[in-house]
Nanobody
Framework: QVHVVESGGGLVQAGGSLRLSCAASGRTFSSYAMGWFRQAPGKEREFVAAISWSGGSTYYADSVKGRFTISRDNAKNTVALQMNSLKPEDTAAYYC?????????????????WGQGTQVTVSS
């Protein structure tokens, strides 16, 4: 069984920064893509960022491009999401997901294991 656990959420003022971390265990971490999604109250879950197994390819939603950076450390089985210049519209529960394959995708179906989520709240 694969376990995915997020950490690092919290309350921050607009323009501030947060760093989310995700730890995955239960299989060979370095063989699979990882992704971040988010869900705001009353809205559907949406793609935020993804990274391929090696870290060589990354993808971002247009809404976060240039502000968020996804990275991974295969030696530590972790993936991080650095979030800068945060906006109130970034407020959501953020979910880390472990991919079914090595290449990254923005489709939620491409991820088979999900964390419980961590709340990010950006005040104006």
């Amino acid at each position: 069984q694969v376990h995915v656990v997020e950490s690092g959420g919290g309350l921050v003022q607009a323009g501030g920064s947060l760093r989310l971390s995700c730890a995955a265990s239960g299989r060979t971490f370095s063989s699979y893509a990882m992704g971040w999604f988010r869900q705001a109250p009353g809205k559907e879950r949406e793609f935020v960022a993804a990274i391929s197994w090696s870290g060589g390819s990354t993808y971002y939603a247009d809404s976060v491009k240039g502000r968020f950076t996804i990275s991974r450390d295969n030696a530590k089985n972790t993936v991080a999401l650095q979030m800068n210049s945060l906006k109130p519209e970034d407020t959501a529960a953020y979910y880390c997901a472990a991919g079914r394959h090595s290449s990254a995708t923005y489709y939620a179906d491409g991820y088979g294991y999900w964390g419980q989520g961590t709340q990010v709240t950006v005040s104006s």
